[in-house]
């Protein structure tokens, strides 16, 4: 029986956007699709209370996270956003910079290489960013938060810098990554032919939309058979 890891019930932000009860299982790779302007980024936000509903609650293994320290939280849903910041120095510094924010002990040489290899992004570590294309920055940054192992990862259109062939390999290794180390992938995506490919859930807030409008809201998970 799939373990359900996040619950969602009468979420609403900024009384504008009401979700409809949502259920995310652990362990699996869940894509959230939409039309622009739907709601996906600021629903990753609310999980990891970045930002915060109007009303409603969200539930992290059944315990509301308005009990859950926020660093704590942020610490196990990671969110990587769509945007993406690198500073203008080295891979490695990079690196070093996203784990001294955190006060985290910096990976080895070894390690790092490992998590850009995962990210298709196999470049020498002593690279500049500023020298990097759209793309391989993209790979790189997804690689930073890749490495912090966290519980539950969050990405937000991973892919929008990559071409098909890198999309699907990522998405590869991202996803036997997650199995092999029984984490949760939570995915904002566009690309229909990545969600047919590698999702184990999808939640569409365009069916939501309708589905509200006709005020028949259910759950919008839509599971694939195992
Ligand atoms: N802090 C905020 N305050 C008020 N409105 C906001 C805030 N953040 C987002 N919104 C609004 O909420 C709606 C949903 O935004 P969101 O970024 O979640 O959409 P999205 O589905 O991720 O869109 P896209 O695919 O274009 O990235 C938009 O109308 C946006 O203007």
Request: charged share 20%.
């Amino acid at each position: 029986m799939p373990r359900i890891l996040i619950k969602t019930e009468s979420l609403n932000f900024n009384h504008m956007i009401r979700y409809p009860d949502l259920q995310i299982q652990a362990e699996k790779l869940t894509f959230i699709k939409g039309p622009s302007g739907t709601g996906k980024t600021t629903l990753l936000k609310l999980l990891n209370a970045t930002t915060s509903p109007a009303s409603g609650t969200i539930c992290l293994n059944d315990e509301s996270i308005d009990s859950i320290d926020a660093v704590l939280l942020r610490q196990q849903l990671l969110l990587c956003g769509q945007t993406v910041y690198l500073f203008d120095s080295t891979i490695r510094e990079n690196f070093a910079h996203y784990y001294r924010y955190r006060n985290l002990a910096i990976p080895d040489d070894d390690t790092i290489q490992k998590y850009l290899t995962l990210c298709l992004a196999p470049f020498p570590l002593d690279t500049h960013c500023q020298t990097l294309s759209g793309g391989e920055r993209q790979r790189i940054y997804i690689a930073i938060f890749l490495s912090f192992q966290s519980d539950v990862l969050m990405l937000d259109e991973p892919t929008s810098a990559l071409d098909e062939t890198t999309s699907r390999k990522l998405f590869e290794n991202l996803k036997l990554l997650m199995t092999d180390t029984n984490r949760t992938l939570i995915v904002v995506s566009h690309d229909q032919r990545l969600i047919e490919t590698y999702a184990d859930a999808v939640i569409d807030l365009d069916a939501i939309k309708e589905q509200t409008q006709r005020s028949v809201v259910n759950t919008a998970l839509t599971q694939k058979e195992a």
